[in-house]
């Protein structure tokens, strides 16, 4: 179809214009551009985009220390804040150990860990929630009795299935020859102590002897722990015998003992053996304290006044009194001087008569009511 000579008119009329008149071209420019952005300011406006959300950065305070034939990792319990649906919530932390020989360079980059280490098991959802303050994993270990280094490391999934950095790598060449548990075979409770006694290990965890013993450690749980502290009893250093006698104990309280032999690790470390068996003790106070000694009496006009020191027992609440004017009368039958327990050392009797002889002797009352045996008895006659 030709070209209609009307419109060919018009082109070339427009051409005409734009190329001899810029004032035209600007103008039309502007009628051009206002369409557009009339078409973008009416345009709907989109709603603003959520912030991106990222799994939560990887721990840094990974730590371990082998005790028999186990690994024990720990480390901070991640946040918990996060809503389910969150990215940021951790489901699941992946636990990476990767075996190594000891001679081999210690600088490994996360990409060479990554491609080399095995993932051994994970810490579960569950476990993450029902955690305090601390999270473990126990690894249990295969010793072949040939050096090795173990490289472990943990990384957190969250609930999109997204995977943080590697933990920090924890090093860690585990010995072989490590004394079995002891057992513990009873306790003994005494007014001064509490005490244990046990019978040594007959092997190492490998079945080899000599057995590889320095000494033991001794622990004490209360009602009120749920695990072991990692401070033993016996602060002053290992425990070289097969005894050991609690001094810091509270009658009335309920305890659980438990041992663990120790040995010469890795490069001169102490390694502790798994827990021994455990044992409860419930120590009830059923000892009475010692019968009060050394009184004197003082004689006055009218009154006598009895002196005497106190009780070594450190749990002793007070002293009862008790006179008779016939030494021979039935202990039973004296007559209590005191109303309520005496927690003073001296002691006043004013009801007295001049002239007459008067019979004393004391007991000691600890804080469990235990009564000692009555004391020597003393007497004076009143000025």
Same mark, same amino acid.
Do not use: H
């Given at each position: 179809m030709r070209d209609h000579p009307r419109f060919v008119s018009?082109?070339?009329?427009?051409?005409?214009?734009?190329?001899?008149?810029?004032?035209?071209?600007r103008r039309l420019f502007?009628?051009?551009?206002?369409?557009?952005?009339?078409a973008i300011a009416c345009g709907k406006r989109l709603p603003p985009l959520p912030p991106l959300e990222r799994v939560q950065q990887r721990t840094e305070l990974l730590s371990g220390v082998q005790r028999g034939d186990e690994v024990i990792l720990s480390w901070p319990a991640p946040l918990r804040n996060a809503p389910s649906s969150s990215v940021q919530s951790i489901r699941r932390i992946d636990v990476y150990r990767l075996a190594e020989k000891p001679s081999a360079p210690l600088p490994l980059t996360e990409e060479e860990f990554a491609a080399r280490s095995t993932l051994i098991g994970s810490v579960t959802e569950d !476990?993450?929630?029902?955690?305090?303050?601390?999270?473990?994993?126990?690894?249990? @270990?295969?010793?072949?009795? !040939?050096?090795?280094?173990?490289?472990y490391a943990i990384r957190y999934v969250n609930s999109a299935g997204q995977r943080a950095a590697f933990s920090n790598f924890l090093l860690i060449e585990p010995a072989a020859r490590i004394a079995q548990p002891p057992k513990l075979l009873s306790t003994e409770v005494a007014e001064s102590g509490i005490t244990l006694t046990w019978e040594p290990p007959a092997a190492n965890i490998d079945g080899?002897?000599?057995?590889? @013993?320095?000494?033991?450690?001794?622990?004490?749980?209360?009602?009120s722990q749920t695990e072991v502290s990692s401070t033993p009893l016996n602060t002053a250093g290992l425990v070289?015998?097969?005894?050991?006698?609690?001094?810091?104990?509270?009658?009335?309280?309920?305890?659980?003992? @438990?041992?663990?032999?120790?040995?010469?690790?890795?490069?001169?470390?102490q390694v502790e053996s798994l827990n021994s068996n455990m044992l409860a003790v419930s120590p009830r106070d059923i000892f009475k304290p010692s019968a009060p000694a050394a009184i004197t009496i003082v004689g006055a006009p009218g009154r006598l006044s009895?002196?005497?020191?106190?009780?070594?027992?450190p749990d002793v609440a007070g002293y009862n009194i008790y006179r008779s004017t016939d030494p021979d009368l039935p202990k039973d039958r004296w007559a209590k001087l005191n109303?309520?327990?005496?927690?003073k050392t001296t002691f006043q009797d004013q009801n007295v008569e001049s002239g007459k002889k008067y019979y004393y002797d004391l007991t000691a009352v600890d804080q469990a009511g235990n009564v000692s045996s009555p004391s020597e008895v003393v007497s004076e006659i009143v000025p």
């Open positions: 018009i082109g070339a009329s427009l051409r005409s214009s734009l190329i001899q008149n810029p004032s035209f071209r502007f009628l051009l551009l206002i369409p557009i952005v009339s !476990q993450i929630w029902s955690a305090k303050d601390t999270l473990t994993y126990t690894d249990k @270990l295969q010793l072949a009795g !040939q050096p090795t280094r173990l490289r080899s002897v000599p057995v590889n @013993l320095l000494g033991y450690n001794v622990y004490r749980l209360d009602n070289s015998g097969t005894q050991f006698v609690d001094k810091n104990f509270k009658f009335g309280q309920d305890y659980k003992y @438990l041992l663990r032999s120790v040995s010469l690790g890795t490069e001169g470390a009895i002196f005497f020191p106190a009780n070594p027992e109303s309520t327990l005496l927690t």
